[in-house]
C-alpha cells in the first residue's frame, strides 16, 4: 500500500515528528526529540520498531545539541520497542550516533549502547551487538573505532569463547591504532577491559598491550595506561604484578612527561592498595620519595596530597619506621616548598601524621612543621593547618597544643590583612569544640570581643555570627557570664558602628539565650538606644525589636516594646518611621 493510501490519523505522529525536525529553530527540534517516548507510546511498539526506529536512523544529521538529547533518549527506549526481545532494533541508530564527530554526542550514545547490552539475550548478543563493535573497531573513521573502545567490557562476559578471542584481537588493533585518539581511548577502557578477561589471557594478551601503551610515544596516552595498572595489578598475584607490571610502573614514575608523573601520583594510594605491602616497601616508598622531590609543582603537590594515606595504609610492623626514615624527611622539605599549592596540599593532610606516629613522635618532629606552617606567607596553608588541629589535641593534648601552637593561631587572628582574619572568624568554633570552654575563655575569648569593633564592616558581621555559634556550643549561661556583658558594654561606645553592632549582636543571640536572658538582660538596652542621636542606630533599634519579638513574652512585647515602637513611629526621621511601622506590623503578626 503507497503511503499516501495510509489513513492520515495512523501517520500523524510521525507526521508531525518530520515537520518539526525540518523546523529551522533548534529549540523546537530539540523539544521534539525530548518528546520521543510520548510519541512512541502514542505509535504502539511495532509501529516504533517498524516507523520510529528506521526514520531516526535515516535522519541522524542534525545539531549536536539535538543528536545528544536523541542519543540519551535512545537508552531508555527498550519497553517501548517491546523489551528486551527487540532491543537490538535501537542499536542501528545508537551506532551511527556513536560515528558522529562531537566527542559528547558519540559518549552519550556509548553510554546508551553499554546499558542496553546487558538486555541482550547471549544470542541476541552474538548476532547483533558484536557485529556492531566489530563494525565500529574497523570503521574508516576514527570517531567510531574510539567509541568501540568503551562497548568491550560490557559483553564479554557473555560471548562464546570463540568470539572472545575475536574481542580480544579487535582490542588489540586498537590498542596500536595509528591515530593517537584510537590509542588513547583503548588505553583509557583497558582496566576496565581487564576487569572480565580471564587471567591466563589478562597475562597473554592484555599486558603487552599495556607495556606497548604505557611507552607510547604520546604521554597522553602513557598517562591512562598507569589508571589500567590499578585494576591490573589488583587482578594478578603478587608474583606475577612484580615480574609483569612493576618494571612498567617504575618506568611511568619516572616517565619525561610530568603529566604521567602527575597521573602516578594521583593514583598511588590505590596502586599501593593493588600490589601489596611488600612490593609498597620494595618499591613504591622510592617511587614516593621520587615524587615528593619531582621538579614539577604539580607533581608534588598531587604527592603531597597523598602522604596521611600512603602513610597509613604501609605495612603496621614496619609503619612507623618507613615513615620516620624514609618519608618525614621528605615531609619536612615540603613543608618550605617555594609553591604554595604544594605547601598547602601538605598542610591539608600533615596533622594526620599525628595519630599514626603517636605523642613523642608529634611532639619531637611534627610540631616544628605544624608552627612553620601556622606562619607561613600563604593563608590557605596556615588555614588547613588550623582546621585540622582535633587530629593533634587528640595525640598530645591541649596543653602541649596551647603552648606550642596557640600563639601563631593568636597573631593570625590580628593579622594586618582582613580576609585572614575572616577566615579565622570562620575557623573558631571548631577551635573552640576542640581546646575547650576554659581554654577558650582563657585565651580566645578577648580575640572574639575585639574582632566586634574591627573597622572592616565584614570582620564585624563574621563575628557576630561566631558568637551565636559560640553561645550554640557553649551555652546561654556561659554567654550571660562571659559574652553578652561585653556585648551591652558596646552600646555606650562613642563610634554609632559599634552601637550598631551591639544591636546585630542582640539579633542573633536572642534566639540561642532564649526569653528569660533576652527579656531581662538584653531588651533594657535595646529599648535604652531607642533614644540614640544617630537615625542609623535608631531605625535599627526598630528592627531588632521585630527580630527578637518571637523570643519575648507578650507581657514585654504590651509594655515596652510596643509603647517603644510608637515612639519611634512619630520620629523626625522618614528611615526610622519607615521600620518602626515595619516593626509594627511584624510583630502584630506575631502576637
Request: aromatic residues 6%; charged residues 20%; negative net charge.
Amino acid at each position: 500500500m503507497a503511503a499516501s493510501e495510509v489513513s492520515d490519523d495512523s501517520l500523524y505522529p510521525i507526521a508531525v515528528l518530520i515537520d518539526e525536525l525540518k523546523n529551522e529553530d533548534v529549540q523546537l527540534r530539540l523539544n521534539s526529540i525530548k518528546k520521543l517516548s510520548t510519541i512512541a507510546l502514542a505509535l504502539g511498539v511495532e509501529r516504533t520498531r517498524t516507523e520510529l526506529i528506521p526514520f531516526l536512523t535515516e535522519t541522524i544529521y542534525d545539531e549536536d545539541e539535538v543528536l545528544l538529547a536523541l542519543a540519551e533518549q535512545l537508552g531508555n527506549f527498550t519497553t517501548l520497542v517491546g523489551g528486551p526481545e527487540y532491543v537490538h532494533c535501537l542499536l542501528p541508530p545508537l551506532e551511527s550516533l556513536a560515528t558522529v564527530e562531537e566527542t559528547v554526542v558519540r559518549d552519550k550514545a556509548v553510554e546508551s549502547l553499554r546499558a542496553i547490552s546487558h538486555q541482550h539475550s547471549p544470542a541476541d548478543l552474538e548476532a547483533h551487538f558484536v557485529p556492531l563493535v566489530q563494525r565500529l573497531a574497523a570503521g574508516d573513521w576514527f570517531t567510531s573505532r574510539t567509541s568501540a573502545c568503551g562497548l568491550f567490557s560490557v559483553c564479554y562476559p557473555r560471548v562464546s569463547a570463540a568470539v572472545k578471542a575475536d574481542l580480544r584481537s579487535h582490542f588489540r588493533t586498537l590498542c596500536q591504532d595509528d591515530t593517537p585518539m584510537v590509542r588513547r581511548a583503548a588505553a583509557g577502557k583497558l582496566g576496565e577491559f581487564a576487569n572480565v578477561v580471564e587471567v591466563e589471557y589478562l597475562k597473554s594478551d592484555l599486558i603487552p598491550m599495556f607495556v606497548n601503551l604505557a611507552q607510547d610515544e604520546q604521554d597522553s596516552v602513557r598517562l591512562l595506561a598507569v589508571e589500567a595498572c590499578v585494576s591490573i595489578a589488583t587482578i594478578l598475584e603478587q608474583d606475577d604484578t612484580e615480574q609483569l607490571v612493576m618494571p612498567t610502573l617504575r618506568q611511568c614514575a619516572g616517565d619525561t612527561s610530568w603529566r604521567v608523573r602527575y597521573m602516578v601520583a594521583e593514583k598511588f594510594t590505590e596502586l599501593q592498595k593493588a600490589v601489596g605491602v611488600e612490593i609498597t616497601k620494595t618499591d613504591l616508598v622510592p617511587a614516593f620519595q621520587a615524587l615528593l622531590k619531582d621538579t614539577e609543582a604539580e607533581v608534588r603537590a598531587a604527592a603531597a596530597h597523598k602522604v596521611r594515606d600512603f602513610c597509613q595504609n604501609l605495612d603496621a610492623y614496619q609503619k612507623e619506621t618507613i615513615i620516620m626514615n624514609s618519608i618525614l624527611p621528605y615531609v619536612k622539605d615540603l613543608v618550605a616548598d617555594p609553591n604554595q599549592h604544594v605547601k598547602s596540599a601538605l598542610a591539608s593532610v600533615i596533622m594526620g601524621l599525628s595519630p599514626i606516629l603517636g605523642k613523642h613522635n608529634t611532639v619531637e618532629h611534627l610540631l616544628p612543621l605544624f608552627l612553620s606552617q601556622l606562619k607561613d606567607e600563604c593563608p590557605e596553608v596556615r588555614l588547613n593547618i588550623i582546621s585540622n588541629l582535633d587530629c593533634v589535641n587528640e595525640v598530645i593534648g591541649i596543653q602541649q597544643l596551647s603552648q606550642s601552637l596557640l600563639p601563631a593561631i593568636v597573631e593570625l587572628a590580628e593579622d594586618s590583612k582582613w580576609r585572614v582574619r575572616l577566615a579565622i572568624i570562620e575557623y573558631m568554633p571548631l577551635l573552640a569544640g576542640q581546646l575547650g570552654v576554659n581554654f577558650f575563655n582563657e585565651k580566645l575569648n578577648s580575640l572574639c570581643m575585639t574582632w566586634l569593633v574591627d573597622h572592616v564592616y565584614a570582620i564585624r558581621e563574621a563575628a557576630t555570627m561566631n558568637l551565636k555559634k559560640l553561645v550554640e556550643k557553649f551555652g546561654a549561661d556561659w554567654a550571660q557570664s562571659t559574652v553578652i556583658p561585653k556585648v551591652l558594654e558596646m552600646s555606650r561606645d562613642q563610634n554609632y558602628l559599634h552601637r550598631m553592632t551591639c544591636l546585630f549582636c542582640i539579633n542573633v543571640l536572642a534566639e540561642a539565650c532564649g526569653t528569660d536572658i533576652t527579656v531581662n538582660v538584653m531588651l533594657p538596652t535595646v529599648l535604652n538606644m531607642a533614644n540614640d542621636n544617630v537615625a542609623n542606630v535608631r531605625f535599627n533599634v526598630a528592627k531588632t525589636l521585630q527580630k527578637i519579638a518571637p523570643v519575648l513574652d507578650q507581657n514585654s512585647i504590651q509594655m515596652k516594646v510596643k509603647p517603644t515602637l510608637e515612639k519611634l513611629h512619630s520620629d523626625v526621621d522618614v528611615d526610622v518611621k519607615y521600620f518602626a511601622s515595619e516593626a509594627i506590623a511584624g510583630i502584630a503578626v506575631v502576637g
